[in-house]
């Protein structure tokens, strides 16, 4: 193919626009980058280049081709120092290089002199297909040696970057492509192989084309940024989180971050060139309009747009000028904002913390305490039991002792409610009657409701069992009669409890079932919809704490029975809270059928294990009346010591769980050893501290402090009906 010298001009002057092209694309995109500054110049020098071929090519005389050739060697001669310096700064080591940067400006500067001062560096131009050539003499070597040889050094730069281990792999991307870029530039060089008398078409323009087209794609893959004063200052300042302005001598805003025109509630463009005191919140204009702002004071104000609180800390800088006087200020506002909220939150967590630990510690208080005043109750509500069937029953006497009975059952219910409170009261489920429940707490209501209250009761009668922990449920049916006589204040009111039976649907799958219904009504101050939807949150309240179980352990209880809970309540008009319990399909035979007693071995030997010598005096005599001789021991090595002693002839262990030296439950593990059919009647104030395997064991069973004497009979009943049951199939099996 032959190609036309007006061809090839054209050619040409593609590349040298291209160049040019290439040169002002990365240089707009990068303006800062001393990188992109250098691909610029290199662009252009490149592009000088271009053009000289360019008219030598459309060259008419010999003596336009000797004066564009003699242009061409400013380009050419200059190029090495350029190409140098281009690449040490597109890898990131100027720094590390700026003696040989400047060896190479400064030979480049020498080779271009000594080109164009020579005068026979050119000789009488080639002629070829493609149009006139200059013809360069052996001078012409020069500056072509010293181009490659600077290609050569920049390859074996790159090379000994990329053996570096330690190089990352963007940045070794980075540097494996400008070295394959620089060693393919090399071949750019063609171009001089026409000068020579070697008729090689110069293609270099192709070459120089597609390394420009390749290094542009490069800088907008790597980003031509070099971290300059010049380049990171306005980029920290618009991007930092802390607020910063600057004003004049006057207090006219010059300078403005994102940060600081977000916490005035302003636009960035528009705070410029405007008094601080027009465009600052109220609380900032009154802090700078002070004589003496003192420097690191805790500001708060508000945004106005959106409106949003800030909390900063300020601090100013004066500026000055030359002759050292001032001519302005710089504010910087530091933003706490974030910082206070997680305060914020840290403190209220460590008040949910400590009120937990209060709670834990109330808790174990309160245990404590149920369990030393059951055992108190064991001896005051047996003996009473005990002198009330001594006693005739026309006597006055027993019109005493039925009060202490009665009395001790409230302290009893009393005890059960701090152990629910102190979250070691197991829930026992068992069928309730609710109206027979709500009767007996009708009549501990009274000392719950306020003097100027009435009380009154709806029951509807034929209402279904239930089945739930009868302790807990008198708790929450209390504690709701004690919120709604709290509701009354001072005021004359009332306070209602009902009951009900109604079909409603269950939550899993819409089927409609019978739910038994309590309401507790009043006719008090009533709550606003932000109480409402607040009451059941663990430790809230609206009246001095202390009082009552507290609504979110109500809300538990009901939830782990099944059960719902409804309020309707208005300001003024009073509240009602409204349980649902799922009933059941139980009939009352069936209730009186789990009180019915059970006919065991009632005689015998009983070992009886106690710390507390009054529980041991009231409990012997309880068995003794039941029929059995009693051995007393005090703690568990006491009573193992019997056991072995008299093992043959001992039939029922009563033992205690809490007890110095050796606990119950050590003992019974002792106990078990030795036999593993003797009947154990385990006794505590803490239903919680009997554990599920214990009671696996099948001749075992648990009593709970305080009891009286019927319900020591029913469990030892319990217990020997079902040795008795399992020695008399054991005995038919060994016939």
Not at 285 to 306: D, K, V
């Amino acid at each position: 193919m032959v190609i036309s010298p007006a061809l090839h001009s054209l050619f040409l002057s593609f590349a040298t626009l291209g160049a040019l092209l290439f040169a002002g694309v990365i240089l707009a995109r990068n303006p800062q980058s001393t990188a992109a500054r250098m691909h610029a110049v290199y662009g252009a020098l490149a592009a000088g280049w271009l053009f000289c071929m360019a008219m030598v090519a459309s060259a008419d005389t010999h003596s336009e081709v000797q004066f564009w050739s003699r242009m061409l060697q400013l380009s050419l001669g200059m190029l090495p120092g350029v190409i140098f310096h281009l690449n040490v700064v597109t890898a990131g080591v100027a720094h590390q290089f700026h003696p040989q940067i400047q060896w190479h400006y400064g030979l480049s500067v020498v080779v271009t002199v000594v080109s164009l001062a020579n005068p026979v560096l050119l000789s009488t131009p080639y002629v070829y297909s493609w149009g006139l050539y200059p013809n360069f003499t052996l001078w012409g070597l020069l500056p072509l040696c010293f181009l490659l040889v600077t290609f050569v050094e920049v390859v074996l730069l790159y090379r000994r970057m990329l053996s570096q281990e330690n190089l990352g792999g963007v940045y070794r991307q980075k540097i494996q492509a400008f070295c394959h870029g620089n060693m393919f530039a090399t071949l750019a060089l063609v171009d001089f192989i026409p000068a020579f008398g070697f008729a090689v078409y110069p293609f270099g323009f192709v070459i120089m084309s597609v390394m420009h087209f390749a290094t542009l794609f490069g800088s907008i893959r790597y980003r031509l940024i070099d971290l300059t004063p010049e380049f990171t200052a306005p980029q920290i300042l618009q991007n930092i989180p802390d607020g910063v302005f600057v004003i004049d001598s006057q207090g006219v805003v010059r300078f403005i971050n994102k940060a600081c025109a977000k916490m005035f509630g302003q636009n960035q463009e528009s705070c410029l060139n405007q008094y601080l005191l027009d465009i600052a919140p109220v609380q900032m204009a009154e802090y700078y309009a002070r004589e003496a702002m003192p420097i690191g004071q805790e500001l708060s104000f508000e945004s106005t747009t959106p409106e949003q609180l800030f909390t900063v800390v300020v601090s100013t800088t004066e500026l000055h000028d030359q002759a050292q006087g001032v001519i302005g200020a710089v504010w910087v506002l530091r933003d706490l904002t974030e910082q206070r909220r997680v305060e914020a939150e840290k403190n209220e967590l460590e008040d949910w913390v400590r009120s937990g630990q209060k709670l834990e510690t109330l808790g174990v208080m309160a245990g404590g305490i149920a369990h030393d005043f059951n055992n108190i109750l064991v001896a005051i509500l047996g003996s009473a039991e005990l002198a009330k069937s001594d006693v005739s029953s026309t006597s006055d006497m027993t019109a005493y002792l039925e009060t202490i009975v009665h009395s001790a059952e409230r302290a009893v219910e009393l005890t059960r409610q701090m152990l629910t409170y102190a979250g070691q009261n197991t829930p026992a489920n068992r069928l309730v009657d609710v109206n027979a429940l709500c009767r007996e707490i009708n009549e501990l209501s009274h000392s719950a409701v306020s003097k100027k209250a009435t009380f009154t009761t709806e029951f509807v009668q034929a209402l279904p069992l239930v089945m739930a922990d009868s302790g807990q449920l008198s708790q929450v049916i209390l504690n709701l009669i004690t919120n709604a006589s709290d509701a009354l204040g001072d005021e004359v009111g009332s306070v209602t409890l009902r009951t009900d039976a109604l079909e409603m649907e269950t939550s899993e799958g819409g089927d409609v079932a019978l739910f038994v219904i309590i309401e507790v009504a009043d006719s008090g101050c009533g709550m606003d919809a932000e109480t409402k939807e607040r009451i059941f949150d663990p430790f809230y309240t609206t009246k001095f704490t202390g009082r009552g179980l507290g609504l979110a352990n109500v809300m538990s209880i009901v939830q782990s029975h099944s059960g719902r809970i409804k309020v309707e309540s208005e300001p003024g008009c009073g509240s009602t809270f409204t349980i649902a319990l799922p009933a059941t399909e139980a009939s009352t035979l069936e209730l009186v059928g789990q009180q019915v007693e059970q006919e065991g071995h009632n005689g015998g030997l009983a070992l009886l294990v106690d710390d507390e010598p009054e529980v041991r005096r009231v409990a012997a005599n309880m068995l003794e009346r039941i029929g059995f001789d009693t051995i007393q021991a005090s703690h568990g090595k006491e009573a193992i010591a019997i056991l072995q002693q008299h093992q043959d002839n001992i039939s029922l262990i009563l033992l205690d769980i809490t007890m110095p030296e050796m606990d119950g439950i050590e003992t019974h593990l002792a106990i078990r050893s030795l036999s593993s059919e003797l009947p154990v009647v385990l006794m505590s104030g803490y239903q919680s501290n009997v554990s599920a395997p214990l009671l696996e064991d099948l001749n075992t069973t648990f009593l709970m402090k305080p009891f009286r004497f019927q319900q020591l009979t029913e469990k030892i009943n319990e217990v020997t009906t079902q040795a008795n049951l399992r020695a008399t199939v054991s005995s038919n099996a060994t016939k």
